[in-house]
C-alpha cells in the first residue's frame, strides 16, 4: 500500500481562466498543461512555473497525459541517473505511463533499453522500438536471466525479489533509481561507484518542474516523443476509472474527462445546413446564442430561401457565413475550415447532410451505396480529422433509427448511419466529445423524405 495520504488528481490540461499579480507568462484563453492539485474538477489553482503551453496539435486529453509521466522520467532518468548516450537502462514497467515516457526519452538520448511488462502488453513495448530479447516479465524475476549485467541505470518502481533481481543487474558506477514507495532500501550494497537513490518528483522544486516540462513540451511539438496512449473516463465515472487502475488493466495512462458547457462565443460548422433538418438546427443554435453559424451545403448560398434563413438567424443575434462546399471532399472542407475567423474559433459541429437512394439488397448497385457513404460516413470522417486540433465542446451527428432497427429498402442507409454511431463511440473513446442522434421520421418534410406519401407513412 502506499504509505501515508497519497493526494490524487495533480495533474490536467485546459484553459487558463484568471492570472494572479505579477503572472506573465500566460494569459486568459492560453491552452496549458502541468502539475497543481485539485486537477480532478471544473477549476483549479496552478503555480505557473509548473504549467506550459499545450503543444500544438495536441488535445487536451492528449496532453494531460503528459505532464507526471514524462517529467518524472525525465528527471529520474536524466537528473538522477545521468543517462546518456550508449549508457544500458532497464525500464521496469514499461507499459505503465512512466514507463513509456522513460522508453522514449531514453531511445532519444541514445541508450540502450530493456524493458519489463506483463506479457500480454510486450506488443507495446516492441511498438516503441525494443527487440524481443530487451523485453522481460514485470511478473517474475526471469528478466534478471533473459538481460545481461552491466545496467548503467534502473528505473524502478516494483518490490521484494524485484528489487534484488535488479540491483543484481547493475555494473560498475550503476544508477538505482527508485520511484516506488513500498520497498525503499538503505545500506544497499551496491558495485563500486554505484549509487542508490529513491526519489519523489516534488523534490526536484516548481522551477526545475517547469524546465522540464518545457523541455519535454519541445520535444512533443518536434515529434521527437509522442503522448501516452490513453483510456478516457467521465469525472463522474472516477470510482470505475481508479478500479481499472488498481487492475492493472491499461496501457499509458487514464485520463478523466470533464463534460463541457456548450461554448457561444465560437463557430458552430452545419452541414446540410440549407436542408429541412440543417435549418432546424441553425435556427436552434442561434436562438442559444451561439455567434457564428457557417453553413455547409454543395448548394450554398444559391438554394432558394437561403436568404430568407440567414436574414432569419441574423435578427436571433447570429453572424452567418454561408458556403458551397462539398464536405466530403477534404481538400475542399479544409479550406473553408481554414477560413473560421479567430474571433470565433471553431468550437462545435452539428453533421446534418445526408442522401437517400433506396433499394432493395440485391438491387443496390455500388453507386448507390458510395452515393449514401459519401454523404454521411466521408463527411464524418473528414469532419473528425480535420477539427482534432480544435477546442470543441460539441460534435453531433445526425444519425437515424434506421442504423439500429434497419428499414426495408435502406440497406446503404442504415449502414452508413451505424457508422455515424461507431464514430461517436470511438471518439468518446479518444476523450473527444460526441453525440450521434439516431433520429426517427420527422413530421416536417424534408428533401430525403418529402417525396412520401400517406401509404409509404403506414
Known amino acids: ?49 509548473m504549467l506550459v503551453r499545450v503543444p500544438v496539435g495536441l488535445s487536451f486529453v492528449e496532453a494531460a497525459s503528459v505532464p507526471v509521466a514524462f517529467a518524472t522520467a525525465f528527471y529520474a532518468l536524466r537528473d538522477l541517473g545521468g543517462l546518456g548516450v550508449g549508457d544500458r537502462v532497464l525500464v521496469h514497467a514499461a507499459a505503465g505511463g512512466v514507463g513509456m515516457a522513460a522508453v522514449q526519452l531514453a531511445r532519444y538520448w541514445g541508450a540502450e533499453v530493456f524493458g519489463t ?28 536471466e533473459r538481460f545481461p549485467v552491466g545496467m548503467d541505470v534502473v528505473l524502478n518502481s516494483l518490490s521484494g525479489g524485484f528489487v534484488d533481481a535488479s540491483l543484481g543487474l547493475l555494473g560498475v558506477g550503476g544508477r538505482f533509481v527508485e520511484m516506488g514507495k513500498t520497498d525503499v532500501r538503505e545500506g544497499v550494497v551496491l558495485p563500486a561507484g554505484g549509487s542508490y537513490r529513491a526519489f519523489d518528483l516534488a523534490e526536484a522544486g516548481a522551477d526545475r518542474i517547469g524546465e522540464i516540462l518545457g523541455e519535454v513540451a519541445g520535444l512533443v511539438e518536434r515529434g521527437v516523443v509522442g503522448p501516452l496512449p490513453v483510456r ?91 458556403r458551397a462546399c462539398d464536405v466530403a471532399d477534404r481538400g475542399e472542407l479544409a479550406r473553408v475550415l481554414a477560413e473560421v475567423p479567430d474571433e470565433w474559433p471553431l468550437g462545435g459541429v452539428v453533421h446534418a447532410a445526408g442522401v437517400l437512394d433506396d433499394a432493395v439488397v440485391e438491387s443496390l448497385t455500388v453507386g448507390q451505396v458510395e452515393a449514401v457513404l459519401r454523404a454521411k460516413v466521408d463527411a464524418a470522417v473528414n469532419l473528425d480529422v480535420l477539427t482534432r486540433g480544435a477546442d470543441l465542446s460539441m460534435f453531433v451527428l445526425y444519425s437515424s433509427v434506421a442504423g439500429v432497427l434497419g428499414a426495408a429498402g435502406q440497406a446503404n442507409y442504415a449502414a452508413a448511419n451505424t457508422f455515424l454511431d461507431a464514430l461517436a463511440v470511438d471518439r468518446r473513446l479518444r476523450g473527444l466529445p460526441a453525440t450521434s442522434l439516431a433520429w426517427g421520421f420527422w413530421d416536417e418534410r424534408s428533401g430525403m423524405t418529402g417525396h412520401l406519401d400517406d401509404a409509404d407513412l403506414r
Open 232 to 322: 478516457v473516463f467521465d469525472v463522474r465515472r472516477v470510482s470505475e476509472a481508479l478500479r481499472f487502475v488498481s487492475q492493472a488493466r491499461h496501457v499509458g495512462k487514464v485520463v478523466l474527462s470533464v463534460p463541457r458547457v456548450v461554448d457561444r462565443a465560437v463557430t458552430v460548422v452545419v452541414t446540410g445546413a440549407t436542408g429541412t433538418l440543417g435549418r432546424v438546427v441553425a435556427r436552434h443554435l442561434a436562438g442559444l446564442g451561439v455567434a457564428h453559424l457557417l453553413l455547409l451545403s454543395r448548394g450554398g448560398a444559391g438554394v432558394e430561401g437561403v436568404g430568407e434563413l440567414c436574414e432569419e438567424l441574423a435578427g436571433l443575434g447570429a453572424v452567418v457565413t454561408v
Open 117 to 144: 511488462a506483463s506479457v500480454g502488453k510486450w506488443g507495446v513495448l516492441r511498438g516503441l522500438g525494443l527487440a524481443d530479447d530487451h523485453i522481460g516479465s514485470s511478473r517474475d524475476v526471469s528478466f534478471a
Open 1 to 49: 500500500m502506499y504509505p501515508g495520504v497519497g493526494v490524487i488528481g495533480g495533474e490536467a490540461a485546459g484553459v487558463v481562466l484568471e492570472v494572479g499579480v505579477g503572472v506573465s507568462g500566460f494569459g486568459v484563453g492560453d491552452r496549458v498543461m502541468g502539475l497543481f492539485s485539485g486537477a480532478f474538477g471544473p477549476e483549479a489553482v496552478a503555480d505557473e512555473r
